[in-house]
C-alpha cells in the first residue's frame, strides 16, 4: 500500500518562502511521476507541478512559475516544493500525488495515490 506524509506547511508572511516534503512508502511498479495539487478556500483542486522519474523533466502551472521549485530525492523517496515569493492567493492545502502519467500530465483524475495534504497560509 502506498502512503504518501505531506510536512512544512504553515504561515507566512507574503514574500516569504516554505519548502514542502512529501514522503512516500510501500512499493510502486516500474517509475512514476510525483506531482503537487493546491486546493485553495472555496476552489477547485488545482495542478501546481510535477517532476519524472529521472528529475529532469518537470511541469508548472504559469501561476507559479519562476516561483516554486519541484524536486524528488529517489534514494529517500520524498518529493519537494520550494515556494518563494509567496503570494496571498497561494493559500491552500497542499497535496503531494504520484501516478504513472507523464510529468506534463496536470489532470488529478490521472494520479493514483495522494496524500493527506498540508496547509499553507500567506498573510498580506
Known amino acids: 500500500q502506498v502512503q504518501l506524509v505531506e510536512s512544512g506547511g504553515g504561515l507566512v508572511q507574503a514574500g516569504g518562502s516554505l519548502r514542502l516534503s512529501c514522503a512516500k512508502s510501500?512499493?510502486?511498479?516500474?517509475?512514476?511521476?510525483m506531482a503537487w495539487f493546491r486546493q485553495g478556500p472555496g476552489k477547485d483542486r488545482e495542478f501546481v507541478g510535477a517532476?519524472?522519474?529521472?528529475?529532469?523533466?518537470?511541469n508548472y502551472a504559469d501561476s507559479v512559475k519562476g516561483r516554486f521549485t519541484i524536486s524528488r530525492d529517489n534514494a529517500r523517496n520524498t518529493l519537494y516544493l520550494q515556494m518563494n515569493s509567496l503570494k496571498p492567493d497561494d493559500t491552500a492545502v497542499y497535496y503531494c500525488?504520484?501516478?504513472?502519467?507523464?510529468?506534463?500530465?496536470?489532470?488529478?483524475?490521472?494520479?493514483?495515490?495522494w496524500g493527506q495534504g498540508t496547509q499553507v497560509t500567506v498573510s498580506s
Open positions: 510501500g512499493r510502486t511498479a516500474g517509475t512514476y511521476t
Open positions: 517532476i519524472n522519474w529521472s528529475g529532469f523533466i518537470t
Open positions: 500525488a504520484v501516478g504513472v502519467a507523464s510529468a506534463g500530465t496536470m489532470d488529478p483524475t490521472r494520479y493514483a495515490y
